[in-house]
């Protein structure tokens, strides 16, 4: 049987894109109907919302409409193609996911609700993330007879092994404050509070130089993610730094605020 194909008005209505002056944007998943799971449309619509915001912004922020974040995959829609192979290639959700993690802006995912399966998958490719305390997140499909496919792995390279086996194995969900505690996400706060929370940090990532920002997102993928020798290690990082000196400016101006008394961000 021929897939279905996608249609572009409901790529358009799945996900909400808001650019910004400050270098921050904001990716709105738009399909509260549906607890804000991820069919084809939707896929698609946050490629191509990350394809506009490359160039453009430092940060992105990922939240959802409604009461949930994500509910992972729409399990219901069954095979739908957009009629484009190298776009139905990009928007499998595994691809979706490494699509967010070599993008180069910082993306702080804003957890307003429910986040189950592949919506925990996103909260750990996330590069920061803020909770709301009334949040669940979980992994199902336990239930389903089947192991979490994606937000298994994604938690277990985060999480502490016996925190990702309980999210595994149970299927419980856990709140927001609990994923705090966890090391799931960095800071819980009550839900009326998220959108500035989720804001102020995207600004103080911000004040930062994009390059400094892209590079130092890449060394903490690949570090321990690739490379977990302590000599390398200190290696990658001094490649790192020479990749900054040679692209940015920003570090030459940092060294010269601060040798002429200047104080810099987190300078003691």
Known sequence: MSPTTASPGETEQSVLVEHFDNGISRITFNRPHKRNAMNRAARVGIVRALDECRGRSKV????????????GIDLKEGEVSTGDAELDRRTEWAAVQEEIR??????????????????????NVADLAVVANEAQIGMPEIGFGLYPTLAGPAAQLRLQPKHAAWLVL???RIDGTTAAEWGLVNIAVPLEELAAAAT????????????????????????PGEI???????????????????RSTALAEGLGRFRSGERNPGQG
């Open 102 to 123: 070599n993008h180069p802006a910082v993306v702080i995912a804003a957890v307003n609700g429910i986040a189950l399966g592949g919506g925990s998958t996103l909260i």
């Open 228 to 246: 977990s020798e302590w000599t390398q290690a200190i290696a990658y990082g001094h490649e790192i730094a020479g990749e900054l000196r040679a």
């Open 60 to 71: 992105i922020i990922l939240t959802g409409n409604g009461p949930a974040f994500c509910a």
């Open 170 to 172: 149970t299927a419980e």
């Open 200 to 223: 102020a940090l995207a600004e103080r990532v911000a004040s930062f130089d994009a390059t400094a920002l892209e590079w130092s997102k890449k060394g903490l993928w690949k570090i």
